[in-house]
């Protein structure tokens, strides 16, 4: 019920509460016999602080280890915790710049995905932080010259995955829009990725996401023309109300 109310308080944007509720989690777990639920309360403490901003990478790595040492101890792995950890290893792999890393930790999500039949809603940050992380993969390559079509290929795959997400949770209909916005954008086609975002917002707006609304307002302030910095001030404005450094 904790990790529960915890997960409900983080899609609220009520970021502070789910960090609180993360972290009771993680220590009633650690008074518990068996280890199944182990797992919970670091992963979601990773994933709050990353929006919250101001927790020193080691920390965080130390969650994301503490949650992936406690899945191997379980007899059937939540597939649905499987993709939150790929999702939690590809954002900080590449948050401190470790491109290979965070390569092998998105490639290995897709696999997971496109393996997967079925994931519990709790898998959305998992979906979130491997799609993200490929669509920066894949604009770095083309920066840089390389190849593009391996992470094109990937991305196909993926899609497809998210969408069945969004099927499974319609709250992750936002999550869908975002991203397939920010892949039109990778592409150069910006008219398809304003319309993507734009959807997001309103999915958001609609079902009050808040974390969901602030990420989809700041992709489009990345779309936007130069001039249009609403969409930037929103998400700014939003990111404060809910806690967040900066």
Known sequence: CHSLTAKLYFYQGRLRSAAERFAETTERSLRRPGGAWRAWGPF????????LGGTPDATLQRWVDLGSHWMTEMMNIDTAYALRRFGLSARLAWRQGDVERAREAVLGGVAAATR??????WAHEGFAGIGEVLLQLRT????????????DAAWRAF???????????????????????EAAHALGRRDDARR?????????????????LARSCAALGRVGAPQDGRWHERATRLWQEMGAAG
């Open 140 to 151: 770095r390559e083309q920066q840089v010259g390389g190849a593009t079509a391996p992470l």
């Open 196 to 212: 993507w975002l734009e959807r997001a917002v309103h999915a958001a707006e609609t079902q009050g996401l808040r974390v969901e």
């Open 44 to 51: 979601g403490q990773a994933e709050v602080a990353l929006c």
């Open 116 to 121: 997967f039949t079925h994931c519990g809603f």
């Open 159 to 181: 899609e497809r995955r998210l969408a069945a997400h969004g099927e499974r949770f319609p709250a992750g209909h936002a999550l869908v829009h975002r991203l397939r916005g």
